[in-house]
């Protein structure tokens, strides 16, 4: 079973930084994420979904390939590209893996403007060298929703929420 957790931050940056150094653990093997979205509120008060992998192009481009086979069936290679790069995009736009996107607008709309959040959801973790290489976020997250145990919780949120 996986586990939510939702950290926010007061800039608009931290949250990218937080992605980038679980996705380092996740290459050491120290943590499995299934998804890490950021989610920034501007200034004008835009919420964004900066979502790891683009369903949208990845879509188009497995689309074009197919697109393309099937097309040289029936002798038109191009015209097959075209249509299976499109139809791949609209997939891929319509997909939506991991992470619900309504519920991550919805919970970005209490945000303050200038603000951003890291929406993960992990599927596996080494909660002690996790923490240990989220010491350099210490003081700077809040916690504010998780489905992880209350001492994991609590560990976590002694780590980001230190001064």
């Keep these: 079973m996986s586990n939510l957790v939702v950290v926010v931050f007061n800039d608009e940056t931290t ?5 980038t150094a679980l996705a380092k653990m996740q290459q050491e093997y120290l943590i ?3 998804d890490a979205v950021v989610v920034t509120k501007d200034a004008a008060g835009k919420v964004k979904l900066h979502q790891a992998v683009n369903l949208t192009a990845s879509g188009a481009v497995g689309g074009g390939f197919w697109g393309m086979l099937i097309g040289m069936v029936f002798l038109n290679p191009l015209l097959g590209a075209a249509v299976g ?14 992470i619900n996107d309504a519920m ?33 976020f210490a003081g700077k997250g809040k916690v504010l929703q ?10 976590l949120r002694a780590v980001l929420e230190q001064a």
């Design 32 to 34: 499995e994420m299934e």
């Design 146 to 155: 998780t489905s992880l145990t209350r001492d994991d919780e609590a560990a």
């Design 104 to 136: 991550m607008k919805e919970l970005a709309e209490r945000f303050q403007a200038g603000s951003s959040a890291l929406f993960i959801l992990v599927r596996k973790a080494t909660p002690d060298k996790v923490l240990e290489g989220l010491k350099e």
């Design 85 to 98: 790069a499109g139809a791949g995009a609209v997939a891929g736009k319509l997909t939506d893996l991991g």
């Design 15 to 19: 949250a990218f930084d937080m992605r």
